[in-house]
């Protein structure tokens, strides 16, 4: 995990409910302080692996020219959270609500919202165009979180934080040592 900070309740309670035997080892040795440490991490993605919505919403950037996402994260206890940034074109960073509106006005909405109706749950289905393309911005930022922290980041007994660019086109997600710390954590 990237900048995280554990719960030494928490820990202690895992290391009493747990055989030792069970634990990865040096896990009971591990230092567990009130302070943020910084763990590296790298991931990758591989666009046939993600859902219909995700895969046209990359489609449309890549095809628009956008090369890199910037993503900041948050979370802990019951939620985690990502935050889309900016995206990248070449040498050029857009913000992601300019792209937002840009991607309103264009066929990805209408593509979404129809990938989007077998969908258990659909987010899309009665909202705007802007926001269909904001949210799908979002749950693009979201995946490639998941991809980079695991599929439940920021819900355990630990805060985290940080940022990641994932690479549009080689797939590749890293995470950024540099990132600051939000206010109030």
């Excluded at 790298?42 to 950037?61: C, E, G, M, Q």
């Amino acid at each position: 995990m990237p900048f995280m900070r554990g719960d030494s309740e928490a820990f202690e309670e895992i290391l009493s409910e747990v055989d030792p035997a069970d634990l990865p080892p040096g896990f009971d040795a591990k230092n567990v302080s009130e302070d943020f440490v910084y763990e590296p991490a790298k991931a990758k993605f591989i666009p046939a692996k993600l859902d219909k919505p995700d895969r046209i919403v990359l489609d449309t950037l890549r095809g628009l020219g956008a090369t890199h996402f910037r993503v900041r994260y948050d979370g802990g206890y019951d939620e985690g959270f990502a935050h889309a940034e900016y995206l990248a074109f070449g040498d050029k960073q857009r913000p992601v609500e300019d792209v937002a509106a840009e991607l309103a006005k264009s066929p990805m909405v209408e593509q979404v919202r129809k990938a989007a109706e077998r969908e258990r749950y659909n987010p899309y289905k009665e909202i705007s165009d802007d926001l269909v393309a904001r949210y799908a911005l979002d749950s693009l930022a979201h995946t490639f979180a998941s991809k980079l922290l695991g599929d439940g980041y920021g819900t355990g007994e630990y805060q985290l934080y940080g940022a990641f660019t994932a690479d549009l086109v080689s797939g590749e997600i890293v995470d950024d040592p540099t990132a600051p710390q939000p206010d109030g954590m």
